[in-house]
């Protein structure tokens, strides 16, 4: 079914007696941070938590269990510190939109309903998403670190990330924050140099800052994706067994470019 995003439309019908609810809504943040876009990003995230909430409080036999994402992006840029799930929340705007997200996910209540929240970071998968771009620079030979390439980058292979979903929704252990993460986080560097082996590309010059800031621009994005980061740990989804696929970056490249 299909809604706004802000208002009940019939959701209550779907909802009530569900065996689990997924919610995996908002405004892509690979986009330029203008007003505009800063209101789009979290009202499209906060409107439609609210929304779900208020269907589900009216149902008379509420989901099982609701799984909510949000985003590393809460730890701010959060140098070389380690952030688990119990880490301090960071500054900045993108810290701000995942906050504003999880408060709303906090008002969500209701008699027996579990809630997980998955927080996760940039996600690696075979369908577009943030490769694409990345390995078109790599074609014209612009596969260099951003910066001064020490930022971290906490990443997860789609395939984990579709095994998480399915772990918070049969698994009644998952219950609270979870970064959903790989375990093996690298720096930009480190990164960009594992993807340009597996596209079998030469090594690139790195990209200053300021040249990273125009590029943004003109691919009409922001440059503090790529020169922010997060060192993260999936500490709760190891605590309770769950095993990757691809925890390290190198076998998860390789199965996404397996003849580059």
Sequence with gaps: MQGDGKTLVAWKKVLDGARA???????????RLTPENRREIIDSRVNSVQALGEAIAECAQPPDVFVQVSAIGIYGDAGD??????ARRGS??????????????????ASGMRKGLLCFGPVLGPNGGLLEPLVRLMRWFLGGHVGNGRQFFSWIHSNDLTQMFLAAIEGDEISGVFNAVAPNPVTNAEFMRELRRALHRPWSPPVPAFAAKVGAWIMGTDASLALTGQQCTPKHFL???????????????ANLFPRA
């Design 239 to 253: 605590n309770c067994g769950f095993e990757f696929e691809f925890p390290e970056l190198r076998g998860a490249l």
């Design 81 to 86: 510190r380690w952030c688990d799930e119990d």
């Design 92 to 109: 900045g705007f993108l810290a701000d939109v995942s906050h504003a997200w999880e408060e709303a996910f906090e008002e969500v209540q």
């Design 21 to 31: 609810v997924v919610n995996l809504t908002g405004k892509n943040v690979n986009c």
